[in-house]
Nanobody
Framework: VQLQASGGGLVQAGASLRLSCAAS????????VGWFRQAPGKEREFVAA???????YYADSVKGRFTISRNSAKNTLFLQMNSLKPEDTAIYYC??????????????????WGQGTEVTVSS
């Protein structure tokens, strides 16, 4: 499985961005697909995931602002990010793996990773 993330950019606080993750292979044969982010000097953290067939999970920090979705026919994963804040600034990574409910937030439960797309939110 190869994942390619795109859609990042520089925006002002309050703006929106939509990240995409194009996949080759069969990532959606994994049990979960999701997004993580890593800010400078910080650990990579969970943002959102879909546990197949379609249950979404979100970090508390993005709940109500971000929406994860997928187009399984096109092997594409999306992250719609609204009301962006400066603290959302990070490199965003898409991932796929055999995560289960109890470890869906755990980056080590994901075996395939995209290269990352940078999101910068200015105040």
């Amino acid at each position: 499985v190869q994942l390619q993330a795109s859609g990042g950019g520089l925006v002002q606080a309050g703006a929106s961005l939509r990240l995409s993750c194009a996949a080759s292979g069969r990532p959606f044969s994994s049990t979960a697909v999701g997004w993580f982010r890593q800010a400078p000097g910080k650990e990579r953290e969970f943002v959102a995931a879909i546990r197949l067939p379609g249950t979404p999970y979100y970090a508390d920090s993005v709940k109500g602002r971000f929406t994860i979705s997928r187009n399984s026919a096109k092997n594409t994963l999306f992250l719609q990010m609204n009301s962006l804040k400066p603290e959302d600034t990070a490199i965003y990574y898409c991932a796929a793996g055999n995560a289960i409910v109890s470890n869906i937030h755990n980056r080590y439960a994901y075996s395939s990773w995209g290269q990352g797309t940078e999101v910068t939110v200015s105040s």
